[in-house]
Every structure is written in structure tokens, then in C-alpha cells.
């Protein structure tokens, strides 16, 4: 299967049947009893205007009805081989059945096969010879007519009773070769092998007119197809050529006349078929056309006969005369790229592998059509033959006398059958010219080695194979067909798994089904529901007795997932917890491994709601497996009406399942304080004097400030959706929770701000990003919201104050939160400025050596938040020196000009003397400091000269010389008590200089 690049490419597909599934087809065909086959009436022929209102389907009318089969959608009949068919189209549903059920193949035969026994034995004489002679052809509509050997032609009804028999117009006309009907089925133009044609009254058998004139006998006539026109037809031969016969009548006297529309002598044409569009759609633009479309190995071509002969599309092509390209014309509804649809003629071209459609559409204001290629379809096998069964199958016959259905929007085979038990029969002497006296070419005796078109009829989407063997029809199985088979072999959960296809759109070759969709479904849901209480009887009737408790577990668990599933995925949870459940309940097991099955459709959202009565057992099963884990991620999944809020709140306090207890109180009882208020304090009481928390506490930390997060951010948890009904009420709720004084059962231990406290112990930085993004929310910035946090900071500062083992990045962290709330457009943050002070004051403690890095950290960031401009830089800066903050110092040096401290700031930070001479570089050269700046830095270079030379001799006497050359009589002066380091940095002046 394939894009389309070349249409005419090769390539190559799969599909097959087991030897066992054509044994049981062909075994099915010995029990058929056809004898009481009638024929329907014709329908009345749509509208176009009613076929472009229609769905994407095609009726597919039926062709044998058995008197005594008559179903509806609800009430089958099984054994009868020849029920009517329609196709049709199905709509999405639920996901397909998973699990144990992914396993299960359907494997029913899609194609079902008759045999006409009355036909056959008329026109089959195996065991004595008969003046009819042998079947040659055959033609199905109302009617079934059979070509012979000798001339003759049997017409049958459509209960199998010979109508009339057609006698050969003249002694040695030889076989007949070709047949057709014109559209209203009255008469009946025959071919013969030696070239004549003639003309009967198909509902009398009555010979009318034989035409003697309109073709030479010295070519065998191929093929005959009558056109819209019922006085013109279009018949081939086997010198190539192809004919126009037309019909006419001038004062009661018939003739008729013919004209080459294609000589064989340019390239001999192997197919040739008419495009039939007036017997659906009467007043479309291309019955008043004609067009035809022909084929040779080398070209297909469409054109039109009326009102003037004219080729509307050519395109060439490369075929082989073994596999000589075949032409199948169909008229289909189209999906447009505007999502609008139109019923288009489209043309199935085959050659060897390939199946390419051509469609053919009337363009407004363009006198020719606009043919163009829509598609292309590339099977694993050689195509003898293409017949279309209704918009979206093709019946596809390979050469070896194989029949397979295509389905056309997947290009896949669907179904497949082998026919080579029907013997079908062949029409290469006429391709080979054997009753002629001319002879052929090469190519088209080669070709008949692999004709059969004569021998295959389409109807109504059923098949008609004319065999040595007898007269078989081929048609497709309805749905319940396919699912009663399945039954009677016991396989009623692979039936399941057929229903549920065609319910979520993916089964192919669906027949049989109302083009309502609520109905369809409906007529779905139903059969499953009854399939299902099939297996459940078959399954607690087949109950092992003997054997491991596995043995019995397994026997259950091949059929209880499948039945579970298949409810869940048509909706059916009336039946799933009633009488499905109740039925497995009978056995223990069965009701274990029903209850365990639930988990995995809950876990994957294929279940929201839940019967309380199914989930209290469900419970009770996972607490006795102490499979808590389980229950709660069942729990926070399911609508809180599908459980017992007691059971399940005790459940979840008992052992200790925060996720499950959260849910139950925001989602029924819109509560969210109780759950935070109780693990917060059962939090604080596990982190008392524990530097080191164990994995399970920070575990439930962690799972506090993710609840925290989605009850401020109107989430819902632990799903972290939307929670449309109370948001704001949760979020306000659990604000002030947090703003509380005390808990609501306070012990004298107890420290102010407990839940406020008890966060930012476990994770300061965390929980003051939870406050940042929920003052986002616009109940957090309405006059309410700005009082709650105010209310916030102030307790922050108090906290963060007047706690004893608050570490300087955690004051930081508070103290740059606040600071960022100030610098928030229209901020009406106000801030205790004493409590700012003390703060820095305990940071910038001289004696306090633990945590430097931190401390110094801490007093930045405050810094750079602004929140520290009330003080000032200069006490600022007394309070770093004093705390030997350098980087602290080097920022506010650099800010007041103050480069000579600056110097000694680098210098005095054993972390950052390597900087210092790049600071003099950039200082003393460049030309954006001011004279008075270098100065000061020369200054103090000179005052901490020795420490320099000490640090690096040679930088040190390259900046000398830059920029100190004037100075150096001072510099020697600063070093003298050291003789031999005056000597090693004159040395290193001589080495610049």
C-alpha cells in the first residue's frame, strides 16, 4: 500500500485463510440447501439528491432471499448461507478491548460461499453429454443467464427455475462468448465465438433480430456491455478492436449499425467498459455522454461517444499479456477537503499487482470532465479479476483462483477464500481465435490463458462464479452471521472482540447494520451484553475441580477481564455492577479476580464511577492483601459517589493515606483544612530534633506543599484540575489555616504560627513559591486577598525573627519573598522596619563564624531586594567590614567610588586575591576612571606593596612599571628592612624594562 508516486507501480500486501477455515467453508457449502431462493423486487432507484444525503454506504440490496430466512438486527437465523447484505459505515465508540483480550483473534470467514444446485445441474451435464453443451459465460440481474458451448443461452429466475432457453440463431455459430442486458432488462445481445451477434427477448427467449453485418466473422466477439443508452452497446473482439452498436427502428423496420470506436491495428484494446450512471442517477451530466473507458498493455483511455466521438483522458501504462489490465467502473460517494461530499463515477484499473482508481468528475462551465488519480492500491498477488461489492470493498479474484476482499480505505485484504473448487471457467479459445479461421496475436492469445471476466457476474454486491463444477455465489456474511458462527464454535469472547471492533469503527467488511448511530450502538451494546451472559454460563459451567488454586484462578481470568471490559467500553456499567457482578460474586475466586480487575481499569481512567456496594468489597479484598497503595490510588480516581465516605475516611486515617483522606474531604466536604492541619502537625512532631528526616516524612512534606499548591491555586488534588465548584473558598480557607496563631488543640510546647512554622522548617524555599504563584489568583489581589498578604508578611517576620533555628538562607528566602511582594505593581505591602534591622544585625554578628557564606549570601540578597534602603549603605557597610562580608563590601566599594578600600578588600579575601590585579589593570590604565580615582589606588598600592610582592612579584612589577614608575624610590623605601626582596624586584623591573 502506498502514497501515489508512479500509479502503476508495484509492490505488495498480505492476507490469507488456514487450511482449517477453508476446510469448514467448503463444509459448510455440502450443508446448503439453495432450493428455495427466490428473487426480490427491484428497489426503487434513488435520487441523486438522496444519495448525497445518505452516509458513506452502500446499500448493497440482496440477491438470493430465502423464503424461509427473514432476520432484523435483533433476530438471527443461523445455517442459511445466503442472507441479503448491506453495507454500511460505523461510528467511533470506546476504546478496543485490552489486555488477555488483545490475544483474541476473530477469525470467522467474512466471505460465505453457495452453491446453485438447481442452476448447476440444468446447465452442468458431467455424466452424459448434452445438445446444450458446456456453460461458456454468464449474466446476472433479474435474471440469470448461462451461455453454452453450442449457442445456447439458459435463463433462469431467481428461485432457480429455467425461465426460457435462448436457441443459437444459426447451425455453426460456435460457442457463446459474451453476454449482457440492457438496462431494463428486456433484451438480451448475445456474441458469438465465430463473430456474430444476435438479439433476444430475455423475459421470452424469443429470437428478435441477429446482425450480420455489423461485425466480421472472422473474430471471436469478447465482451458486450450495453450502455446508458438501451439501443447502444459497446462490444470488443479479439483482433483489439472495439465497437459501438447501435440500434435503430424506421417504420417498424430494425436494424442496426456499428462503428470502430477502437482499431485493433493501433494497439489492441483488452478491456473496454461503459460507464453506467442513469439506472441511479438518471438525470446526471454523463448519461447524456457515454463515456467509455479502454484499455490496451500500453495505454488507458477515457472517452466520451456522444455528442461526438472525442478522448476526454489518456495515460500510459505498462502491462503484461499474461496479466492483461482489467476495468471495473463504480459510482461512489467522495469526502471532499471541505468535508462535503459528491458521488463521482470512479474507475478501478488493474494491471498485475496494482489497483489504481481514476475518478471522474463533471467540472461546471467545462464541456469535458476532469479525470485524475485518487488512489492507489498494491496487493501481494496477480489479479485475474475486480468486481466492486459496494463503495469501499473490492471482490478481487488472483490467479490463483483465490477471491479476496479489499478494503479500499485501508488498502487491506480483509478476507480471503480459496475457489478453486468451483473449476472456473475460462474464455481462451475466443482469445485464440480457435472457432475462427484468423489468427492472433501473441499478446492476445496469451492473455486468455487468463480470462475469466465472462465467467464472473456482480449484483447487488454478490458474487456469481460460473465453474465446471457448478454455479456458486459468493457474498459477505452479515455481522450477527459472523457473530452466531463464532458462538456455535464456542468462541464467544473472540465474538466480543468482533462486536467492540465494529462498536469503535476499526472492524472492516461490516455488513447488515442500521446507518442510525444511536441505534447502532444500541443494537451493539445489546449483543454484547448477550454474549457476555453466554460466556459467563459457559465459564461457571466449565469450572475446574481438580488442580492448583492456579489452575481455577486462570480459568477466570481468561474470560472476566474480557467481560469487564467490554461493558466498560459500550457504556453498559448498569450490567457490570449488577448482574455481571452478582453473578461472579457465586464463586470466590471469581469474585476476586473480578474485584482485582477493577484497579487496572480505574488506574487507566477507564472507570470514574463505581457502585459502593462493588467498592466496599473492593476495599475489604486490598485491605486484607494490605495493599493500601492500591486503595488510595483507586480512591483519589473514582467520584466520591462510588464509596462509603466512613469506610473509606478510616481507611485512609488508619494507614496513614494522605492522598485518599485529601480527596474524600476537598471533594465531598469542600474541607481542605482538616487533612493539611492534621499531617501538618503529625509532620512537626516527626521532624522534632531530627537533622536527618527519613525517606517517608520528606515523602509526606513534600506531598503537604503539593496540596498546599493546588488548594491556593484552585487545583484540584492530587489531580491538579481545575476545581470549578469552591476554589476560592478552599484557597482562602486553608490561607488563614496557615495564619493561625495555634492549632486547634494547642499543648504548651506548642510554637506560634505552628503551620507556618512547621512549612517553612521542612522547606523554606518551597513553600514561599507556593504563596508566590497563589497571589497570582484573582481572589488573592482583591481587598480580601491584599489583607491576607499583609497578614502574611507580618507573621513571616515574626517567624523568621524570633526563631531560634532559622538558618541565613531560609531569612534570606523570607526576606527577598517579601521584598519582590513590595516591588509587585500597586504594592500595598507595609513591613516592620525594627524587625528588618534586628535581622540584619543577627546576620552581621562579628563573632559568628558558622555559616559565613550564607550569612553573607542572605545580606546580599536582602540588599539587592531592596529591602534594606531604609538603612542606608554606610551602615550597611560597617555592618559587612565589621562581619568581613567582602563580596558585600566589594559591591558597595565599587558603587561609592571607593577603589582604595576596594584594594584591600580583594586583598584581605583569601577566596579573591587573584582578582585584585585585574582590578589594578582596569583602574590604573583605563581612561574611564578619573585621575583623583588612580590615585587613590596608587595610594594603596603603595601601603600594601609587600603584601602585592608577596602575592605575585611579577605582576606586581609589571604594573610597576605601567603605572607606578614615578613611585618605585617609595615602593623600595616600603621594603627596605628586606635587602634580598628589593634585590628580586629590581631584578623584575630590569626584566619589563
Known sequence: MGDFGNPFATGADDAGHTAEEIDAILNDLQGTDVSDFDIPAIATLPTLESILNEDDTDGGGSFFDSSAFNNSAASYTSGVE????????????????????????????LIKLAKL???????????????????TVVLIGSRLAIGTSTGYVHVFDLTQKLVCRCSPPAAEIGPVSAIDANRDERRLLVGFAKGLLALYDLQTGKHLQTMEDVHSFECSILSIKFTDNPNMAIFTDNGGSVYALEFKSTLGRKSASST?????????????????????????RF?????????????????????VLRSVFSFPLEASPTKPPLLEWHIVTIQTGDNSKSVEPVLAVATGRQIVFVQVSAVVGEAAPKCSFIQRTTLEFDIMNIKWMNNYLLSVIDIAERLHVVDIRSQSVIDSVDISFVGLTYQSSFYKGLATTRSVSQAMALAGDSSCSQSIGMYQGQIVLLGNNGVFVASLRMWFERVERLVSK????????????????????????????????????????????????????SVPVHGKIDILKEHFEAVIPVCMEACTATGDYEFLFGSLYDRFSLDVMARSVYLQCLEPMILNDDLDDLSPGVFKDFIELYESRDQFVSIEACVVRLKVSSFDIHQVVGVCRQYDLFDGLAYVFTTAFADARTPLEEYLLRLRREMRGKPNLPDEIVALGNKLIVYLSCCLNGLTYPSGLPNDTHASAIALDVFQSLLARHSRSPDDAEPVFVHLRTLLDFNTRETLNVFAMAFNQPYFNDAKGLEFQQQLVDRLQQVVVHGEDFEPTHVSAV????????????????????????????????????????????????????????????????????????????????????????LNCYLDDSLRKGYIFGFLQRVLISPLYEEA?????????????????ALDRAKTAQLTVSSLWNDVPRLLKVISSDIMGQYLFVKALFDFV
Open 815 to 902: 526576606f527577598t519573598f517579601i521584598a519582590r511582594l513590595m516591588t509587585k505593581p500597586d504594592a500595598k505591602i507595609v513591613i516592620n522596619r525594627m524587625l528588618i534591622e534586628q535581622t540584619l544585625e543577627v546576620l552581621c554578628v562579628a563573632d559568628s563564624r558558622s555559616r559565613h557564606d550564607e550569612r553573607e549570601t542572605a545580606v546580599m540578597e536582602l540588599y539587592h531586594s531592596g529591602v534594606l534602603k531604609h538603612i542606608g549603605d554606610k551602615l550597611v557597610m560597617k555592618l559587612a567590614e565589621t562581619a568581613k562580608f567582602f563580596r558585600l563590601c566589594e559591591i558597595l566599594y565599587e558603587k561609592h567610588n571607593m577603589y582604595d578600600k576596594l
Open 933 to 949: 580615582d588612580r590615585q587613590l589606588v596608587r595610594d594603596a598600592f603603595i601601603v600594601r606593596f609587600a603584601d602585592l610582592l
Open 287 to 307: 448519461s447524456e455522454t457515454f463515456i467509455v473507458a479502454v484499455v490496451s498493455l500500453n495505454k488507458l483511455i477515457i472517452a466520451e461517444l456522444k455528442p
Open 490 to 541: 464456542e468462541k464467544e469472547l473472540e465474538a466480543i472482540k468482533f462486536v467492540l471492533d465494529i462498536y469503535s469503527g476499526q472492524a472492516k467488511g461490516v455488513l447488515g447494520l442500521t446507518r442510525d448511530a444511536q441505534e447502532r450502538r444500541g443494537i451493539l451494546r445489546r449483543q454484547v451484553r448477550s454474549l457476555i451472559q453466554t460466556a459467563i454460563d459457559r465459564c461457571l459451567k
Open 117 to 135: 444446485r438447481k442452476v448447476s445441474a440444468e446447465t452442468i451435464k458431467q455424466k452424459s453429454p448434452s445438445k446444450f453443451g458446456n456453460p
Open 82 to 109: 445466503d442472507a441479503s447484505i448491506a453495507s454500511f459505515d460505523v461510528v467511533s465508540g470506546a476504546s478496543a478491548i485490552r489486555k488477555c483480550a488483545e490475544s483474541l483473534k476473530v477469525n470467522d470467514s
Open 260 to 284: 470502430c470506436i477502437f482499431s485493433g491495428s493501433k494497439g489492441e484494446a483488452f478491456a473496454a467498459e461503459p460507464l453506467l450512471v442513469s439506472e441511479k442517477f438518471p438525470l446526471h
